[in-house]
């Protein structure tokens, strides 16, 4: 096995994981948008709750209150679905090696995530910055690796001759 197809496995398998990262991230965003949204129904219970004005000259109306936290409540849950769209499209585009820019930017904004979106983060601009990642997502693949030469055998094999036909036909 050359160096070429070894690193065309290695980008494959990272590739792959980076993509699981980025469904798992995503999937737990889409359920931290869902918190939030306790916090409207609350809001929308002291604003609707029809309790006195204020008692004091001077002290906010409870019906403010409970608009300031729907609203906040609203903003936070939009905030969190969106990066779960980016990552879980990011993740996507991963798994068919398109869109590198689409994957930079969902990198970027997983950052605003600690520690686990830093970590995702740091490990896709890595691996999106290898030349031979590169060609995968610019459609050059099939000059990555002849089709005759790509096979199923070990990265980590010391046989430079690991075709079908020999790999089948070692005893074990």
Request: aromatic share 6%.
């Amino acid at each position: 096995m050359t160096d070429q197809e070894k690193q065309y496995i290695l980008d494959q398998e990272h590739l792959k994981l980076l993509r699981i990262g980025y469904i798992i991230a995503g999937s737990a965003d889409l359920f931290f948008a869902l918190i939030p949204l306790v916090y409207v129904v609350i809001g929308i219970g002291i604003a609707a709750g029809g309790l006195p004005g204020p008692t004091r000259p001077g002290e906010p109306n409870p019906a403010i209150i409970g608009v300031f936290l729907v609203v906040i409540g609203i903003v936070v849950s939009v905030v969190f679905a969106a990066q779960a769209v980016l990552q879980l499209t990011a993740a996507r585009a991963l798994g068919q090696r398109r869109s590198r820019l689409l994957c930079q930017i969902a990198a970027g904004a997983s950052c605003l995530q600690m520690p686990w979106g830093v970590v995702l983060a740091v490990f896709t601009f890595m691996v999106l910055g290898r030349e031979s990642v590169k060609q995968l997502f610019d459609g050059s693949a099939s000059q990555v690796l002849p089709a005759s030469r790509r096979t199923a055998a070990s990265l980590f094999d010391q046989d430079e001759t690991n075709t079908p036909e020999k790999i089948g036909s070692r005893p074990l």
